[in-house]
């Protein structure tokens, strides 16, 4: 039989103590996720396309994943159908983003509908705007009216908003209270402490699953929340005066608070009903317009026939001005030449008058 001596036991006991402390230190490191953890990626085609032993690797990684969709609305990602399919074969929810390049209020509502109707079954959507495509003044109008534009079309899903904290501030922070959420873009090492929902935290997540680096975000609301109906909203900036809070860089910021579940349905029940109206609205206004564009252009029909008219009759004027000039120049040219014609016939007579008178005498003297 094998003998311990005290000494040998302890030191067993030591390297075991170690071996454990280093092996949780080990996984204190380890940056892959897995399907309950709160760690997601967004991919889009700079990732690739994901093969079956992928996108099922990726359902045991991730809670869901965020795919891109478009880049403004003429230009479609190249994965997003192929990625779609193998994600609902592996039962992997998703999220959907369209990166914004809308230059007005216009634009904004035809890549809201653009990303709905390319994802219409989508758990959640996503504004991705973060390069400057307008200018400041008219860019929370425009970002406001994206989310109006969507909001009717997926009823209850959470609508987000991408963006780095300094262009949300500089051209979104009025339209962001429109907003379900916010996906904080920051990758510094503490996490600021501006209200938000997701916080993309790194560009460089190493996925064992897609054996490549990637975007990951940190969940700052339970997975049932993004899959399920509105329970959350940013509130408005008016609502959070006075309400600052210093952040981990030393900075200070206004930190929304989360209205209640009823409030929020006010509030999505309000924005369809303004979306309703201002749709009637609309309809009316262009329906006056029409009417009036009609109107002016009988009216300027009109006034053209007229003109044409006028110019016409002041033709026929000239004409027979003309014609009358004409008439006249003749008369008088007839009558000069019928005077002329007489003077020459007068002095005629009269010649022939003055020879016979002359003959006259000259037969007188002769006699």
Not at 24 to 31: K, L, M, P, R, Y
Not at 253 to 275: R, Y
Not at 334 to 360: D, E, L, Q
């Amino acid at each position: 039989m094998i003998k311990f001596s005290f000494k040998s036991i302890l030191m067993t006991m030591v390297a075991s103590l170690a071996l454990t402390t280093g092996v949780g230190a080990i996984g204190s490191f380890n940056t892959n996720a897995s399907a309950s953890s709160k760690t997601v990626y967004d991919l889009s085609e700079w990732q690739g396309r994901l093969t079956n032993k992928k996108a099922k690797n990726l359902s045991k990684e991730v809670p869901f994943a965020i795919l891109r969709v478009q880049y403004g609305s003429s230009y479609s990602d190249k994965t997003f159908k192929h990625n779609k399919a193998l994600l609902d074969k592996y039962k992997v929810p998703y999220g959907v983003y369209s990166f914004s390049r809308y230059n007005s209020s216009a634009a904004a509502a035809r890549e809201a509908r653009d990303l709905y109707h390319r994802a219409p079954n989508a758990k959640f959507y996503v504004n991705d705007f973060e390069v400057a495509s307008i200018s400041r003044r008219h860019s929370n109008a425009a970002t406001a009216k994206w989310v109006n534009t969507l909001r009717p079309l997926v009823g209850s899903k959470k609508i987000l908003f991408y963006s780095y904290l300094s262009f949300m501030k500089t051209y979104a922070s009025q339209a962001l209270s429109k907003y379900d959420g916010y996906w904080l873009a920051s990758y510094t090492k503490n996490e600021p402490s501006i209200a938000h929902v997701l916080w993309q935290y790194t560009d460089r997540h190493y996925s064992s699953a897609l054996h490549k680096k990637v975007d990951a975000s940190k969940l700052r609301e339970q997975k049932s929340w993004f899959l399920g109906t509105v329970a959350k909203k940013v509130a408005n900036n008016d609502a959070n005066k006075g309400q600052k809070v210093e952040n981990k860089q030393g900075n200070t910021e206004v930190k929304p608070a989360a209205t209640s579940n009823d409030k929020t349905a006010k509030v999505v029940n309000l924005a369809a009903k303004k979306a309703t109206v201002k749709k009637t609205d609309v309809k009316n206004e262009t329906a006056k317009k029409a009417t009036v564009k009609k109107a002016d252009a009988k009216k300027e029909t009109t006034k053209k026939a007229n003109a044409k008219k006028a110019t016409a009759k002041k033709t026929t004027a000239k004409k027979h001005v003309k014609k009358a000039k004409k008439h006249v120049k003749k008369v008088t040219h007839h009558k000069k030449k019928h005077v002329k014609k007489s003077v020459k016939k007068h002095h005629k007579k009269k010649h022939v008058k003055k020879v016979h008178h002359k003959k006259k005498h000259h037969k007188k003297h002769v006699a």
